[in-house]
């Protein structure tokens, strides 16, 4: 099997202005994770790697650069899964740590349990050596000044990300862009793996999409692999990440217009918009977005195609 990595930097109402740094990571992220597939490792670590690269970048609403809740705090979502034996790790409301994906991956592997939260989660961080950084310390000048929009919005009568209707469908779009990231390897093992900072100003103890398994992220050898970014209420209502594996699965349904179809009637039922991207076990891609903008990229062939607009693709040797 040739080994292919696709990674996501988020849906969402991407401003020009950050539309360059966004696509320069996720173009490193793909190089980061695409390294460990072509030395023979597996998609599990190739696609922890890529969405460690993004946490450690401010571009994008994961680790440094996260979201803030409505108190000006970082809670971090995130999930990881591997499609030979089912087995995933996910966690939600993590704290002061720089890579919730890493711990997700030590969720999977070193308990019994599949999702764990809170402080204990930061707790068992603690206990497989992840140093809680100094609190406030993944906060931007970028996620402060969202915020202070986000309240100016919400003083004008404008906050109603938890219930959207078409009148606001607008401040809907501004949310999301989660990172995540889906890879096949030379064994035909699938993996995909999600984190966010979720939204701004959620709700402190809100929990997104990104860490449900069949909402955020999900991968089975038998089907394929999925990660989805945008309105977290939304994607966990509709199940977007099963939805478009059983299009799949049960009604085969190439994986593009899979990727598109559930997308698509997620939007047109629900209103929050999002996007999703989507391996099948052929190693097929699937990408699409009902948002006006999503980062996106894949490397095949040892070649980088990605885009962030839509109809856009660019290609360039990895
Ligand atoms: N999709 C990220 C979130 O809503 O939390």
């Not at 950084?133 to 919400?154: C, I, P, Y």
């Not at 398994?213 to 209502?237: F, P, Q």
Request: hydrophobic content about 35%; some cysteine.
């Amino acid at each position: 099997m040739k080994p292919i990595l696709l990674v996501h930097g988020g849906a969402g109402d991407i401003p020009a202005s950050r539309v360059s740094g966004k696509l320069d990571g996720i173009k490193k992220s793909l190089r980061d994770g695409f390294k460990l597939l072509n030395n023979g490792q597996s998609s599990l670590d190739a696609v922890e790697e890529a969405v460690r690269s993004m946490e450690l970048d401010d571009n994008f609403n994961a680790g440094y650069g996260s979201c803030l809740n409505s108190d000006g705090i970082v809670e971090m979502d995130a999930s990881i899964m591997e499609g030979k034996y089912l087995k995933a790790g996910c966690l939600t409301l993590l704290q002061d740590i720089m890579h919730p994906i890493s711990v997700a991956r030590k969720v999977m592997e070193k308990t019994n349990h599949t999702f764990i939260g809170g402080e204990s989660a930061l707790k068992f961080a603690e206990t497989h050596n992840f140093k809680p950084l100094t609190k406030g310390s993944l906060v931007t000048e970028n996620a402060k000044l969202a915020l202070d929009e986000f309240k100016e919005r919400q003083a004008k009568g404008l906050d109603t990300i938890f219930s959207p209707t078409e009148l606001d469908k607008k401040s809907v779009e501004e949310l999301g862009e989660t990172v995540g990231a889906v890879a096949i390897d030379v064994d035909g093992n699938i993996a995909a793996a999600t984190s966010t900072g979720g939204i701004t100003g959620k709700m402190p103890g809100r929990i997104g999409d990104s860490p449900i398994l069949g909402c955020g992220t999900y991968a089975d050898n038998e089907i394929g692999g999925v990660s989805t970014t945008g309105h977290g209420e939304t994607i966990m209502r509709f199940n977007l990440a099963q939805r478009i594996l059983q299009l799949i699965s049960l009604k085969q349904v190439p994986v593009q217009q899979a990727t598109e179809d559930a997308t698509r009637e997620m939007t047109q039922r629900l209103i929050g918009t999002g996007g999703a991207i989507t391996l099948d076990k052929q190693g097929e891609v699937g990408i699409y977005f009902s948002s006006e903008r999503m980062a996106w990229g894949y490397v095949k062939d040892n070649k980088l195609i990605y885009g962030i607009n839509k109809g856009e693709i660019y290609r360039e040797d990895l």
